[in-house]
């Protein structure tokens, strides 16, 4: 397959494999949510003249994490949600802005920070120095 020519087996391919509820899951919740939130509370900004949105994304918009790719494409989603609603929303005097935090130690990113050599590794590759 085209995997094996590119290199042969790679974590893209057990993470592109999670079963797609999986997928589905995370971009409800990541990208589905954020959007009907917001869906939801323009019609009360626009009664109060304008507002803000604030997004929260991830550093793995650009820089994606090995092996967690719906998690990944749904924080890049984030970014391309928060440009068009920015240039929709602009109009009626709502302001659409965009957080992309660095790794925080969670139970969720757990997996990223428990072994130290995967941490330094991924503070290399995010140009984290502290």
Known sequence: GALAVHGGEHSALHSCCFPFFSWLQ?????VKAPAL???AVVPEMEKRGGGSVVIVASIAAFSPFPGLSPYNVSKTAL????????IELAPRN???NCLAPGLIKTSFSRMLW???????????TLQIRR
């Open 26 to 30: 995370t971009l409800d919740i990541n």
């Open 37 to 39: 939130m917001t869906k």
């Open 79 to 86: 970014l391309g949600l928060t440009k068009t609603l920015a």
């Open 94 to 96: 709502i302001r659409v």
């Open 114 to 124: 428990m072994d130290k050599e995967k941490e330094e590794r991924m503070k290399e």
